[in-house]
């Protein structure tokens, strides 16, 4: 199994353009979301899935989408990049969305000049 | 609202000596807190984890203590060890998602 898998590993962006974080997982797992990380200020949710179909929003989801219309799948879009999103983002998945382990991603770090 | 705190945000020890990270919730309805540990560049990863229904929970040298009445939560680390250096987050299910403390970044000093 690769578990979950992220791409890019890293992306420079100008202010104003758009791109699509991958993530992908093989463990047929429910709950997937993405989170931002930014120094002392931990891991905030983005969005997240419970499942094929539906999304939901987090924490911080201004300027960020997200679908899931597979099990494996839950790209998060950036519709015009601003300096504010340069953070570390992870994907993460579970069996279950209230409790069991997350399942991290690598992480993209992504810097918006 | 959803909110953890976690201190202290810094924390030194001596390799050998003990290491406490403590962290509240506001939600009583919540019933599982995982702990996580991320080394420098690296994603996080399960170190430990308790139920609502258990009020510790040990694993080798890691311990995991919780007082629901409290709302609070705390990680303790015993005989540290270089490889423990690394940066610790306490996390508190909210329903659907999960809510993480700010980070606490340890360092054992050798």
């Known amino acids: 199994n690769a578990g979950v898998t992220q791409t890019p590993k890293f992306q420079v962006l100008k202010t104003g353009q758009s791109m699509t974080l991958q993530c992908a997982q093989d463990m047929n797992h429910e709950y997937m979301s993405w989170y931002r990380q930014d120094p002392g200020m931990g891991l905030r949710l983005i969005h997240y899935s419970v499942g094929a179909g539906i999304t939901d929003q987090g924490e911080v989801p201004n300027g960020y989408n997200v679908s899931r219309s597979t099990t494996e799948d839950f790209p998060l879009r950036l519709l015009s990049a601003a300096p504010s999103q340069t953070s570390v983002y992870f994907c993460?998945?579970?069996?279950?969305?209230?409790?069991?382990?997350?399942?991290f991603g690598e992480g993209s770090r992504l810097t918006v000049l | 609202g959803e909110n953890v705190e976690q201190h202290p945000s810094t924390l030194s020890v001596q390799e050998g000596d003990s290491a406490v990270i403590k962290c509240t919730y506001s939600?009583?309805?919540?019933?599982?807190f995982p702990w996580y540990k991320q080394e420098l560049g690296k994603r996080p990863q399960l170190i430990i984890d308790?139920?609502?229904?258990?009020g510790e929970k040990k694993d080798q040298r890691i311990a995991v203590t919780l007082n629901k009445t409290a709302k609070h939560f705390s990680l303790h680390i015993t005989e540290t060890q270089p490889e423990d250096s690394a940066v610790y987050f306490c996390?508190?299910?909210?329903?659907?998602?999960?809510?993480f403390g700010p980070g606490t970044r340890l360092s054992v000093l050798p």
């Open positions: 993460a998945s579970s069996y279950r969305a209230d409790t069991g382990e997350l399942f």
């Open positions: 996390a508190a299910d909210y329903g659907q998602n999960f809510v």
């Open positions: 939600d009583s309805a919540s019933n599982y």
């Open positions: 308790i139920r609502s229904n258990v």
